[in-house]
């Protein structure tokens, strides 16, 4: 696969498309969180254990990275989706 050359304003833009899902996605962790910690969510307090009992996945954990790949898939939907879950090929 030849690697395709990007501009100075191209990598801009895809570094500010890139902060912001950041800042988005955190959004959704961090008001999941707190409706965890007041009690008024129970929905998301199941986990799915992986490894071990401390590698847990919970459903904003999955409802998070949904968000993020389609985020991604609808701005740059030539661009690859790799994260730590799937193995490098």
């Known amino acids: 696969m030849t690697p395709v050359m990007l501009t100075e304003q191209e990598l801009d833009e895809i570094y500010t498309f890139a902060v912001q899902l950041g800042k988005d996605a955190g959004k ?30 919970t459903k904003t954990d999955e409802d998070v990275e949904v968000f993020i790949k389609s985020s991604i898939e609808a701005k740059y939907p030539h661009h690859k989706y790799v994260h730590r879950a799937i193995p490098f090929a």
């Open 28 to 57: 959704m962790l961090l008001e999941a969180a707190q409706l965890r910690f007041t009690g008024t969510q129970t929905a998301d307090l199941e986990v799915e254990e992986k490894d071990s009992s401390v590698d847990i996945v």
